[in-house]
C-alpha cells in the first residue's frame, strides 16, 4: 500500500541549482498538491492541481514550478535553489478537491540548499 | 497574518490524563475544521474532523470541540497513550472543505509514562 510516494527524500543544493521533487499517488485521486513546512509556520500551499491537465498557485508559489505529468504524478521544480527554500517538502492527493478528510500526504522531502 | 493559529508550541502530559490541544482561526468564512496528526520522518494524517454545524464531534479518544463565536476549536485525548506523542496541526477550510486548507503551526505533545 504505497499511497503518495516523494523523491528523493533528502537532497542539499548549492545556490543557484536546480532540482525536481517527484510525486507519485497510487490511489486514482483527481487532486495533487505540494506543501512545505517550516519551523513556526505550519504547511503552506505551494501548488495544487485540481485535476489533470490542471494546476495553480497556493499562498507559497514564488521560486517554482510544478508540472501535473498524467493523473499520477505531480512533480515540483526550483529552478534556481535559494537558502529560503530550505524546508520540509510534502505533497499530497485527494480524491477530489480539498475535502480535507481525505487528503494523504506523502513521508516528505528534506531540502537543504546552502 | 496567521489565519490558524496553535499558540502552544509543546505540550507534556501524564499517561492516562487528558490532553488538551488549542486552536484558534480569525477567518469567519471557515466553516469546517480538521486535526491531523504527525509522527517525526513521517506525513500528517488525518485524525478528526468537524463541520460549523456542529459544536462536538466525537471518535474513539478523541473529541473536538468548536466555539465559533470565541472562533476557538480544541481537540481532547482521554486518556492518553504514548503513541500519542506527536505533533497535530490544526487546519481549517470553508466551504464545508472545498476551500483551501490552512494550517496552525502545530504543536508537539509528549505523553510522559
Known amino acids: 500500500n504505497a499511497g503518495v510516494t516523494q523523491t528523493p527524500k533528502f537532497q542539499v543544493l548549492k545556490t543557484g541549482q536546480s532540482m525536481t521533487l517527484q510525486c507519485a499517488q497510487d490511489?486514482?485521486?483527481?487532486?495533487m498538491y505540494w506543501y512545505r513546512q517550516d519551523p513556526g509556520m505550519g504547511l503552506r500551499l505551494i501548488y495544487y492541481?485540481?485535476?489533470?491537465?490542471?494546476?495553480d498557485k497556493g499562498e507559497v508559489p514564488n521560486g517554482y514550478n510544478v508540472s501535473r505529468l498524467n493523473k499520477r504524478e505531480f512533480s515540483l521544480r526550483l529552478e534556481s535553489a535559494a537558502p529560503s527554500q530550505t524546508s520540509v517538502y510534502f505533497c499530497?492527493?485527494?480524491?477530489?478537491?480539498?475535502?480535507?478528510?481525505?487528503?494523504?500526504f506523502g513521508e516528505g522531502s528534506w531540502l537543504t540548499v546552502v | 497574518d496567521q489565519q490558524v493559529k496553535q499558540n502552544s508550541p509543546s505540550l507534556s502530559v501524564q499517561e492516562g490524563r487528558i490532553s488538551i490541544l488549542n486552536c484558534d482561526y480569525t477567518?469567519?468564512?471557515?466553516?469546517?475544521f480538521l486535526w491531523y496528526k504527525k509522527y517525526p520522518a513521517e506525513g500528517p494524517t488525518f485524525l478528526i474532523s468537524?463541520?460549523?454545524?456542529?459544536d462536538k464531534n466525537e471518535d474513539g479518544r478523541f473529541t473536538v470541540f468548536l466555539n465559533k463565536s470565541a472562533k476557538h476549536l480544541s481537540l481532547h485525548i482521554v486518556p492518553s497513550q504514548p503513541g500519542d506523542s506527536a505533533v497535530y496541526f490544526c487546519?481549517?477550510?470553508?466551504?464545508?472543505?472545498?476551500?483551501?486548507?490552512?494550517f496552525g503551526q502545530g504543536t508537539r505533545l509528549t505523553i510522559n509514562p
Open positions: 492541481s485540481a485535476s489533470e491537465g490542471t494546476t
Open positions: 490511489m486514482n485521486h483527481n487532486s
Open positions: 477567518n469567519s468564512m471557515f466553516d469546517y
Open positions: 468537524i463541520s460549523s454545524i456542529k
Open positions: 487546519a481549517a477550510s470553508g466551504i464545508q472543505g472545498a476551500q483551501k486548507l490552512v
Open positions: 499530497a492527493s485527494s480524491t477530489q478537491g480539498f475535502s480535507g478528510n481525505t487528503i494523504y
